[in-house]
């Protein structure tokens, strides 16, 4: 499979764009970890979120590739940048976006409470920080709320049809909705866009008539359990919301 037009190239996946199609090509997940992203889209495909179509699951110079549409148009994060004065206004559209996710159940899917526990796990952590975080998760009350898992701006497409795909399904679980909520805050935070951060969850808050302090005692559990992933630098961030037990 010849493939020039990179969309995007990380360590181990480089994605491109070939006329409709959307291809993701694994370098170093497993066959398990590939299938299972699979699965998860078919899951989200099947519910009234709008996505990109799964269209195959291929194997081409002995790397897995998943293949779906490809959505043209704008990301959200693009219009946040062509258009600063309109943050608020995209911010608003984004939560949302990110509630309707929330109002799904889909109960194929692995459970939140279930992957953050396995990560904590894995971490290298203090063995009694470890216990006090699973204690504070497992105490945390149980939902079945379909939660994307690693919602920001740039996983939001306008298409030139008017329609709102969302995309990026790879870490969707079912669980509690705070969570989901506390992982965004944390990705815009380690981004370096603080303010945007603390906007966001002070809307989601209002918009859901949530207490700020309910969500913000899922971060050092969401923390916790990001902080597996390797990269250095955000790993001193999150560490660091790990060790903050409680919130003003």
């Keep these: 499979m010849e493939l020039e037009n990179v969309y995007a190239s990380k360590s181990a996946k480089k994605t491109y764009v070939d006329g409709n199609k959307f291809i993701k090509v ?7 970890d590939v299938l299972s ?11 009234s979120i709008r996505i990109p179509k ?34 608020d206004e995209y911010l608003e559209m984004f939560v949302d976006i990110q509630m309707s996710i929330h109002n799904n159940r889909i109960p194929a899917l692995k459970k939140l409470t279930d ?25 945390m009350p149980k939902h079945k ?33 705070s969570a989901d909520i506390a992982r965004t805050y944390l990705i815009f935070y380690l981004e370096g866009r603080k303010e945007l951060a603390e906007k966001y969850i002070n809307l989601f808050c209002k918009k859901s008539g ?31 919301w790990v060790d903050v037990v409680e919130y003003e």
């Excluded at 953050?116 to 105490?139: C, G, N, P, Q, W």
């Excluded at 899922?218 to 560490?239: D, F």
């Design 26 to 32: 694994f370098s170093k997940d497993s066959k398990v």
């Design 37 to 47: 992203q699979a699965l998860n889209h078919a899951l989200i495909e099947e519910s």
């Design 54 to 87: 799964m269209l195959e699951v291929i194997t081409a110079d002995n790397n897995l590739c998943m293949i779906t549409e490809y959505i043209e148009g704008k990301t959200l994060e693009d219009m946040m940048r062509e258009n600063p004065e309109k943050e």
């Design 115 to 139: 992957k953050m526990a396995a990560k904590i796990s894995m971490s290298d952590l203090d063995e009694t920080v470890k216990y006090d975080l699973h204690t504070r998760l497992f105490s």
């Design 145 to 177: 709320k379909v939660c994307h898992g690693d919602l920001k701006p740039s996983r939001i497409i306008f298409a030139k049809s008017g329609d709102v795909y969302i995309t990026d399904w790879s870490h969707v679980t079912q669980g509690n909705a």
């Design 210 to 240: 949530t207490t700020r302090e309910y969500v913000q005692r899922w971060l050092p559990i969401v923390a916790a359990s990001q902080s597996v992933k390797g990269n250095p630098h955000e790993r001193e961030i999150l560490l660091k």
